[in-house]
């Protein structure tokens, strides 16, 4: 498939900022976090526009974005719009937590549950997000079961290591964010390595034979290319990534987003401060290209099975 970069941003960036948001629930609700406005007005405002820009980044893929509101009304068949919805409907207990964690400094009782809420509409969101490629039996690289356990996991991985440098940052920092972080970071790599094994593993389930039917009188071959130059289809359909290419990123995206950020979060736990912060930045700046990497990937990896009337 075709990678578009708007996409590609919408899936990393909204992913990280539902991630950092349920984190940031659990974490303020739970008390492991002080009630402080100025590090509540950090957290859920960088969760919140992260989603935002990635919502908005989302429209540009679209040949008319300004008619992306119609998407919502088909929430019965699509998960398209079931992912609109719940992205919508999550900013209303978001706000409302963040009014009283930032102006009232009280992350408990009526306001805890609006985080509790906010955070089950993220995870909620972030599934109907995967569930649009995971859905799509064409795409035997995306119509996978462990599809929506990546996105969920390496969204909360992405907002963990976000909510390790805020929180030093602010000098609040806990140990209980450096194993959730640590361990988010194992579980999404493990995750990871399984689906991109499980990939390479599988083979194409559609070929002439099946596709038209014929497979019972013998051998289907193409006779003529369907067209005589390239298409709309081979554009976004058709496109190919090298496997040289292709496994030279899978390295680049093992190295950086889930290596380096794992080696730095757990040498920030046994230096000063300061050191620590400079750690934090580094493993934030190298789970960004590993998300861009991986995500890229994620498209340029996958193939339709309308490319069988290729012959590719």
């Known amino acids: 498939m075709h990678p578009a970069y708007s996409v590609i941003f919408f899936t990393c960036s909204s992913g990280a900022g539902y991630g950092l948001l349920v984190l940031a629930a659990i974490f303020g609700v739970s008390g492991l976090l002080p009630a402080t406005s100025g590090l509540g007005f950090v957290l859920v405002g960088l969760a919140l526009g992260l989603i935002a820009g990635g919502l908005v980044s989302s429209t540009f893929h679209l040949g008319h974005p300004e008619r992306a509101w119609r998407a919502l009304t088909q929430w019965r068949s699509s998960w398209l719009a079931r992912e609109?919805?719940?992205?919508?409907?999550t900013f209303v207990p978001a706000g409302l937590f963040a009014i009283g964690w930032v102006f009232l400094a009280d992350?408990?009782?009526?306001?805890?549950?609006?985080?509790?809420?906010?955070?089950?509409l993220a995870v909620s969101t972030v599934i109907a997000t995967s569930m649009i490629y995971a859905s799509l039996a064409t795409i035997r690289q995306w119509n996978l079961p462990i599809v929506p356990v990546a996105y969920v996991v390496l969204g909360l991985m992405s907002g963990?290591?976000?909510?390790e440098l805020v929180t030093r940052v602010f000098g609040v920092h806990d140990t209980t964010v450096d194993v959730v972080a640590v361990a988010l970071l194992v579980v999404g790599w493990l995750v990871k390595t399984a689906y991109w094994r499980g990939i390479d593993a599988s083979r194409p389930s559609t070929t002439l034979a099946s596709a038209t039917g014929l497979g019972r009188f013998g051998a289907v071959r193409l006779l003529e290319q369907p067209h005589t130059e390239a298409n709309f289809l081979m554009h976004e359909m058709g496109y190919r990534v090298a496997r040289k290419h292709a496994h030279r990123l899978r390295i680049i995206a093992h190295a950086t987003l889930f290596l380096v950020p794992l080696l730095a979060i757990v040498e920030a736990h046994f230096v000063g401060s300061t050191v620590a912060l400079l750690l934090a930045a580094v493993a934030v700046a190298s789970l960004v290209v590993g998300l861009l990497t991986e995500r890229w990937?994620?498209?340029?990896?996958?193939?339709?099975?309308?490319?069988v009337w290729y012959d590719r």
């Open 84 to 89: 609109g919805v719940l992205a919508v409907a």
């Open 107 to 120: 992350t408990r009782g009526f306001f805890g549950w609006m985080g509790v809420a906010a955070a089950i």
């Open 160 to 163: 963990a290591v976000l909510l």
């Open 297 to 307: 990937l994620f498209f340029a990896e996958a193939t339709h099975d309308c490319m």
